[in-house]
């Protein structure tokens, strides 16, 4: 009788498909043709190796990668007795490797265009696979991945990433000279020109142009980087006042000529009334663009907007900053229209709103405009928070943005702007190289000093990859990218210099990332991070990692910072490459994810305030960037529970979000969440508990995965963590 198998297995192209036992008994039967009748096995001693391959596959509870399953193989016929049986298999499994690797991209390149490989095809939850914008970026992908294998990068270096031991990030943007993440220095391009595809673009003369202008500006940087950019509305604030006098004249010459009155009061009401509706349509110009325009790696640029009232002098240019955010809040709560005409949530741009004194209290100036954002965030999933007073005393008495997600640049006093401030618009960091810190745990078996030791090993082993990082930046000339390297976003070099002065002395950043300190904590103390018997262990480690960024920067003059990784696929390779190195280790290695960064475990009951006081004390000691989430149900009915939220992470914490749901199924018209769940096979599909609908072509998922919204689904470790998520409020 046959095993009934639903584990399913990872192919080498990426491809996820069912078990299937004939496949091994096809394979021994081969091996076993080519020998002797004498030393051949029987058809029962066949069937009995690959029945006891498909038990052990099945008790794995997690999808199997076939190199495992040959291994498995191998052992099962010598377990047999069948040595010259096994020695066949061995010799035809060595020469199918040779083949493959004659050419490592061949197949990596097919699967993606037809569509079958699962680690592409989710790989990205902002981009859509099928595209052929996508697919060509892919495929270029697939080509710098096996460049950055076989000839860029050193052999430790790789085995390290291929067995999930260190995550070398975006090798399939390594062999080009591009950076990861960055601050727009949307103020020095549009107030003193900057060239697009080779046209100059003046100062603009209107808040609208101005709009139009940073859209195409993001969408040049977005296509010249492989990370998320940032740009603050306060960089457009002084084009406001710029439209108001044009429509004051424009206002007074149609008066004129039509011999109404020129009474103040009237040309100032008409004035104020035309210039609302032109920052309705520059704010409208933002929003669509960004989500239309398709950049040329097959995605929406990767873009948030900062929103801080403090950026400019308080008066009328305040004021005027005010009315921006204030329609970018109202636009983003009504969200954009799909193809059906169905009000969704957009991806992008994701948006911050840093609280202070003068808008987070109910007698607060701007208070209106913290009300309008809780209740924006109850809908829309954004904005997201920092906090001014927590932000200052971390950051020496400095608020700005993070580079996209939740990248943040260092206060360097190198850095300083011509007034004599720090310099935070116009810098980068440099790329990403994480740490999987529950590798270092599961390796020391428990041992405390030898964590320690495997943890400085591993720790110079990501330094040797940041330095690689580094390296392939160094020479880089501005030609590249002028948009970034001489147009302004970035710099204003000469053409032909090279960018070299901007990787040192402060002016970009290179991130140091870390994963799973949860289960660190686990394999090591058998508690959680939150046990307070556990917490100083953890505070410890991540010191450790402050220390050597330290180290590093003081030795080389790089800007070496700790990074809480936000993992997207990965969490998934890591928790693969844990299993196979490992087995299933309970608390462990026994889910297909693990915990992004510091975060307390998806599954643990926690509620809201704790939680973010808790991960306050983690946060500050990643300078490199880090962001907090709670899990909160439907919120729109709730305000003044938002609005409480808002005020917890003002006191407690410097950067925070809420991550509600945000569906739609377009078979049936439900607008609740949509839920995950098993299939026959064993894999987490998503369904409308309204209908029963299982396509996902017909239904609209929004998720915060890292700091981003995600809209095109997500792999299977990542699916199982979402369903693993617990309400905190």
Request: aromatic letters at 8%; hydrophobic letters at 35%; glycine letters at 6%.
């Amino acid at each position: 009788m046959d095993i009934a198998v639903k584990t399913r297995v990872i192919k080498r192209n990426g491809e996820e498909v069912e078990f299937d036992l004939s496949k091994i008994i096809n394979a021994i039967g081969k091996a076993n043709h080519e020998i002797d009748n004498l030393h051949k096995l029987n058809e029962y001693q066949i069937r009995a190796v690959a029945d006891n391959i498909a038990k052990k596959v099945e008790e794995s509870m997690h999808a199997v990668n076939v190199e495992d399953i040959q291994d498995m193989v191998e052992t099962g016929i010598m377990e047999m007795r069948g040595y010259e049986v096994a020695q066949k298999y061995v010799r035809y499994r060595y020469k199918r490797e040779l083949t493959r690797k004659s050419n490592t991209t061949d197949n990596g390149i097919l699967s993606l265009l037809e569509h079958i490989n699962e680690e592409v095809n989710q790989e990205n939850s902002n981009k859509n696979p099928v595209i052929n914008s996508t697919q060509r970026d892919y495929m270029a992908g697939e080509v710098s991945k096996d460049l950055s294998r076989r000839v860029l990068l050193p052999e430790d270096v790789v085995q390290a990433h291929e067995e999930g031991i260190i995550h070398f990030h975006d090798t399939d943007y390594f062999a080009q000279k591009e950076h990861n993440c960055d601050l727009i220095n949307l103020e020095d391009m549009l107030q003193n020109g900057t060239v697009i595809s080779e046209t100059l673009i003046e100062k603009p003369h209107s808040f609208f142009t101005a709009c139009n202008v940073t859209t195409q500006i993001v969408a040049q940087v977005a296509s010249n980087q492989y990370g998320g950019q940032s740009f603050t509305l306060a960089h457009l604030a002084p084009f406001v006042d710029i439209s108001r006098q044009k429509i004051r004249k424009s206002v007074i010459e149609e008066r004129t000529e039509c011999g109404e009155s020129l009474d103040e009061e009237i040309i100032a009401r008409v004035t104020e009334k035309r210039l609302k509706d032109e920052i309705k349509s520059g704010i409208q110009t933002i929003q669509y663009q960004l989500i239309t325009l398709m950049t040329c790696n097959g995605q929406a640029p990767f873009v948030t907007v900062f929103m801080y009232l403090d950026e400019v002098p308080e008066g009328q240019e305040r004021e005027d900053l005010a009315m921006i955010i204030e329609e970018v809040l109202k636009q983003r709560m009504q969200g954009v229209k799909n193809e059906k005409g169905v009000w969704i949530t957009p991806a992008f741009p994701k948006l911050i709103y840093v609280l202070d004194e003068d808008n987070i209290t109910e007698d607060s100036k701007y208070w209106h405009l913290t009300e309008l954002s809780a209740k924006c965030t109850a809908k829309r999933m954004v904005p997201d928070y920092i906090s001014a007073k927590i932000m200052k005393e971390l950051k020496q008495g400095e608020i700005y943005p993070c580079m996209g997600c939740r990248s943040f640049l260092t206060v360097e006093d190198s850095q300083r702007n011509e007034d004599g401030s720090h310099k935070f618009y116009g810098r980068f960091n440099q790329g990403v190289v994480t740490i999987n810190l529950v590798d270092v745990a599961c390796s020391a078996e428990g041992d405390m000093d030898r964590f320690w030791e495997i943890l400085d090993e591993r720790l110079e082993l990501c330094h040797r990859a940041l330095r690689c990082r580094h390296e392939r930046l160094l020479g880089t000339v501005s030609d590249v990218a002028p948009i970034l390297w001489q147009n302004g976003a970035l710099a204003r070099l000469k053409k032909g210099e090279k960018i070299d002065k901007l990787l040192y002395n402060g002016y970009s950043t290179i991130s140091l990332g870390y994963a799973g300190l949860y289960e660190m904590c686990m394999r090591m103390l058998g508690r959680s991070h939150t046990d307070p018997a556990a917490r100083p262990f953890a505070l410890a480690v991540m010191q450790r990692l402050n220390d050597k960024c330290k180290e590093w920067k003081n030795a080389e003059n790089i800007s070496y910072s700790v990074y809480g990784t936000p993992m997207e696929s990965t969490t998934y390779k890591f928790a693969k490459c844990l299993q196979k190195r490992f087995g299933i280790i309970k608390g462990v290695t026994d889910k297909n994810y693990i915990t992004n960064s510091y975060h307390v475990h998806v599954s643990e009951v926690i509620n809201a305030f704790d939680k973010l006081e808790f991960e306050a004390e983690f946060q500050k000691l990643s300078p490199g960037g880090a962001i907090s989430y709670i899990e909160v149900p439907n919120m729109q009915n709730n305000i003044p529970a938002v609005l409480s939220v808002m005020k917890f992470i003002y006191d407690h914490i410097m950067y925070a979000e809420l991550n509600t749901k945000s569906d739609y199924c377009e078979n049936c018209g439900y607008d609740g969440e949509i839920q995950i769940t098993e299939d026959a096979s064993g894999k987490l599909v998503w369904e409308c508990p309204n209908c029963g609908n299982r396509d996902q072509n017909k239904m609209f998922v929004a998720r915060r995965t890292c700091g981003y919204i995600g809209t095109q689904f997500w792999n299977q470790g990542r699916t199982q963590e979402i369903k693993d998520r617990v309400l905190h409020l």
